[in-house]
């Protein structure tokens, strides 16, 4: 009786280690767009030192070749960005979700806050 139990017990953790994982592991699509639009800000104004404008005609021009879902490029369309040249930050954020991303001088930029 008490190896049964075991043996119940041991196929349970493996299929919760094995199943359970599975599910965080595909990644949310729309949270690792936002994320590379604010990487892309981040180093064509702060490292390129180029105009907001341009890089927002740069990013339009890659997406369309690039987006396979029409919901993120949907999506490209309603994000916000929000550029503080003070202290180095592009924030983007597309309804509750938001990144941002911070220029360090010495390292480029990196995300900072991902909600």
Same mark, same amino acid.
């Given at each position: 009786m008490k190896s049964l139990k075991k043996t119940q017990y041991i196929l349970f953790l493996l299929l919760s280690i094995l199943i359970?994982?599975?599910?965080?592991?595909?990644?949310?699509?729309?949270?690792?767009?936002?994320?590379a639009v604010s990487k892309h800000y981040c180093t064509c104004i702060f490292v390129s030192k180029l105009n907001p404008d341009h890089c927002s005609d /740069? =990013?339009?021009?890659?997406?369309? %070749?690039?987006?396979?879902?029409p919901n993120l490029a949907d999506a490209a369309n309603s994000m916000k960005v929000d550029i503080d040249a003070d202290v180095f930050e592009v924030s983007? /954020? =597309?309804?509750?979700?938001?990144? %941002?991303?911070?220029?360090?001088?010495?390292?480029g930029c990196y995300l900072d806050k991902i909600n």
């Open positions: 359970f994982p599975i599910n965080n592991a595909f990644s949310d699509e729309t949270g690792i767009f936002i994320g /740069s =990013l339009n021009n890659f997406m369309e %070749q690039v987006l396979d879902d983007v /954020s =597309l309804g509750d979700r938001a990144v %941002q991303s911070i220029f360090n001088g010495k390292k």
